[in-house]
């Protein structure tokens, strides 16, 4: 089972950026489909970006243009480059993975928590006005 350790968070200002990266070990990220959602205080966890075996990247409505997922597979690390942040992007940023999926998944699929079986403990983002 793939292990997985979320990094790079932090508390920046509206209009920053910030870069997080997911590194995990125990299997090939490329045999994942893997998955950026986040938690704000007293909020569910949602959905942010996400990427299937195939590298076709899929993201919420309220980052898309603005978030980039992508999959470094030399150094088996996800990452989420997140550009002109906004306070409402506050939250605890986790990474999900699953293998239990097609080469081709779908938005639906990458979109559902129940998707993934492997998550790693979080890392907070907090953005001021």
């Known amino acids: 089972q793939v292990q997985l350790v979320e990094s790079g968070g932090g508390l920046v200002q509206a209009g920053d950026s910030l870069r997080l990266s997911c590194a995990a070990s125990g299997r090939a990220l490329s045999d994942n489909a893997m998955g950026w959602f986040r938690q704000a205080p007293g909020k569910p966890r949602e959905f942010v970006a996400g990427?299937?075996?195939?590298?076709?990247?899929f993201y919420a409505d309220s980052v898309k243009d603005r978030f980039t997922i992508s999959r470094d597979k030399a150094i088996n690390t996800l990452s989420l480059q997140m550009s002109s942040l906004k306070p409402e992007d506050t939250a605890v940023y986790y990474c999900?993975?699953?293998?239990?999926?097609?080469?081709?998944?779908?938005?639906?699929?990458?979109?559902?928590?129940?998707?993934?079986?492997?998550w790693g403990q979080g890392t907070q983002v907090t953005v001021s006005s």
């Open positions: 990427i299937d075996r195939s590298g076709r990247t």
């Open positions: 999900g993975a699953t293998p239990r999926t097609a080469f081709f998944a779908t938005l639906e699929y990458l979109s559902a928590q129940n998707s993934y079986d492997t």
